[in-house]
Structures are given as C-alpha cells and as structure tokens.
Nanobody, 121 residues
Framework: QVQLVESGGGLVQAGGSLRLSCAASGSILSITVMGWYRQTPGKQRELVASITSGGTTNYADSVKGRFTISRDNANNTVYLQMNGLKPEDTAVYYC???????????????WGQGSQVTVSS
C-alpha cells in the first residue's frame, strides 16, 4: 500500500508564510512527478506547482515568485514553501504523486488527505 501524508497548513495573515510537507510511504519503486493542487468550494482542483524527479519545476502563474516547490528524493517527500500569502490563496491544498509500486509496471496517481490553508486579510 502506498499513502501520502501531508503536514503543515493553518491560519496566517496576509503577507505571511506557511510550509506544507507531504511524505510518501509504502511499497514504492519509483516516483516521477510530485505536486501540489488546491481547491476551493464550487471550483475544480487546480495545479499549484509540480516538480519532476530531476528537479524541473512548474508553477501556476498566480503563485510564481511567491511559492517554491522542492523535494527530497531520498525520503520521498515534497514541500511547498508559500511566502507572501494572499487571501485568494485560501484553499484546501492536496499533494499528488505519480508512483510506481513494487509489483506494478505503470505509475498511478496518489493523493494526500488535504490541508486547509486560510489567509486572513
């Protein structure tokens, strides 16, 4: 079994910072892309940032210059450092990873449990 466990999140004032972490565990053979998505009520889940195993990153335009994604391949962990937070960043943040498990031959997408981030004005 593979699972992603998130930590971090919470309540912060506008302009503040938060850091999210997501650790993958279980029977993992390899992880390709890891990323963070966010969702607000009534809206579709949207990509915030992603990072490949080689370190190539991709960001939504709305967070460029404020958020930084990084990963620790040795520990199967991905981070999202969020600086300069705005009220419009308020959402539930989900980590996602494309994982190939032992005994399988194709990667599957796994999701974390979700972390609430609330930015007050």
């Amino acid at each position: 079994q593979v699972q992603l466990v998130e930590s971090g999140g919470g309540l912060v004032q506008a302009g503040g910072s938060l850091r999210l972490s997501c650790a993958a565990s279980g029977s993992i053979l390899s992880i390709t892309v890891m990323g963070w998505y966010r969702q607000t009520p009534g809206k579709q889940r949207e990509l915030v940032a992603s990072i490949t195993s080689g370190g190539t990153t991709n960001y939504a335009d709305s967070v460029k210059g404020r958020f930084t994604i990084s990963r620790d391949n040795a520990n199967n962990t991905v981070y999202l450092q969020m600086n300069g937070l705005k009220p419009e960043d308020t959402a539930v943040y989900y980590c996602n990873a494309k994982i190939t498990g032992w005994g399988t031959f194709r990667p599957s997408a796994y999701w974390g449990q979700g972390s609430q981030v609330t930015v007050s004005s």
